[in-house]
DNA sequence: CGAAGTCTTGAAGTCGGTCAAAAGGCGTGG
DNA sequence: CCACGCCTTTTGACCGACTTCAAGACTTCG
């Protein structure tokens, strides 16, 4: 049983834009449906030309890209809201692979409806727009972080955003939200080993800063973590919804 | 005297894909002139909302971020025909700040006009969305450098991109193009220390892969060093231009 | 209860960083 | 024309942050 794009939890979030009615009925049109994966499930390869794009509505994910020597980098953690594919809808090509770490429920759009979008809906055209700057942003903080943060800037970085975009979401209650991964999937997003990842979460642990554990983040002095990490602690721009 | 689109000499280059006649009137109606530069020149900075954005014509430039702590990380080097601003234009805030290497000549649009192009011309508006795609495509690339190469192979890397991006771009002659900028500028990019990058660009050269001096990149054999980068040699996909 | 996966901890090794200094190019001014 | 200062590149020695290797503890599940 489809939710309806009108009836769609996440818009309520403050995190998202509104949308118009119009827009939502825009929308609506699109939507071929539901996919429920399983954790683990692979939803997009690196390199494929899916005729699907996905937007999350429940559940988390990863973006990784594997190295011919088979290391792997993680790109990003994909929280609901986020839309994947746009590379394979743009471009006709993914540039990493995403796959399920949860239960997670998908909205399945078809890749030729993007076109409708330019032709006929320029607002969400620039949303999507909107979507592919604000990834380019993010990306950018990362290089930024695997070249000149230390491991321990990095880490406190990565949990900082995490947190900050959970609470942007509504998944943060008392300090406290979900955080379903493996130290490392946490590993592989900052280049690290998981020895190194673990004894640095262990650091941040001990000096009271953020506890991590059994998929639980807790962050007990926000500022504190975000000075060592040297970010803002504003919460992240609203973003559209498609 | 400013160029006219029309004979815009970076669409001649087979990187680029064709305009419609009628999408180079489009765009000439929207170019507001040239700006030309002297190398060091900020052209953007980190968090501004410039009522400008540019495409390179002529020289070559960064882009980079700077960090509280007074780090700088080189998100990417700009070639001719880039499209600057995109941040600014679509979110309103630029995530790195922009500047000149060499001499350039930059062809300056309004901001507004962005919204234009949604909508009159979803197709230009479809170009810059692809130009957002390829960009988020390259940072992920970026990403997996830093987080999973050692020290060679991501100078390796980052110079076979150079390269394969200088060929498509009818830049190199002979196995040789110019790549005008200073080894602190790919430590930088790597996230390396300019002393670790200068030794191993000696290790590069002694091992006759690639040789960088006085602003002149050689490569002698391209397929050994992209093997050892772990990349591919195939020429990066036909772009769209503004 | 055993097997497999994840987290944790300790010890040893290395890649790349930091410090220091010298060499080379280039423009300016005496 | 040479001397000087400034910038970039190069080289050597030492150091440390992070990796690798190894093994034990804890959880989950068949």
Not at 24 to 52: A, C, W, Y
Not at 91 to 115: I, P, Q
Request: with cysteine; proline share 5%.
């Amino acid at each position: 049983m489809a939710t309806k794009c009108e009836n769609c939890p996440l818009r309520r979030r403050d995190a998202f834009e509104d949308l118009s009615a119009e827009d939502v009925r825009f929308m609506q049109r699109f939507k071929m449906g539901e996919m429920i994966v399983d954790p683990g499930t692979p939803i997009l390869m690196e390199g494929s030309n899916s005729p699907q794009l996905y937007t999350a509505l429940h559940g988390m994910g990863l973006r990784y890209k594997l190295l011919p020597n088979g290391e792997r980098q993680v790109v990003s953690f994909i929280f609901p809201g986020d839309f994947i594919g746009l590379q394979a809808g743009i471009m006709g090509e993914m540039g990493h692979s995403v796959e399920a770490t949860t239960k997670m429920t998908l909205c399945v759009f078809d890749r030729a409806s993007l076109w409708q979008f330019f032709k006929e809906r320029p607002e969400r055209a620039f949303s999507l727009t909107w979507l592919a700057a604000v990834e380019e942003h993010f990306l950018g903080e990362a290089v930024s972080t695997l070249g000149q943060r230390t491991a321990l800037q990095g880490v406190a970085w990565a949990l900082v955003r995490v947190f900050l975009r959970g609470k942007s979401l509504g998944m943060e209650r008392g300090g406290q939200m979900a955080f379903p991964f493996k130290q490392q999937d946490l590993a592989d997003a900052l280049g690290l080993s998981l020895v190194h990842t673990n004894k640095t979460l262990g650091i941040l642990r001990k000096r009271q800063l953020a506890h991590w554990t059994e998929g639980e983040l807790r962050v007990s002095d926000l500022q504190a973590l975000a000075d060592l990490a040297m970010v803002e602690t504003t919460a992240p721009p609203v973003r559209p919804i498609l």
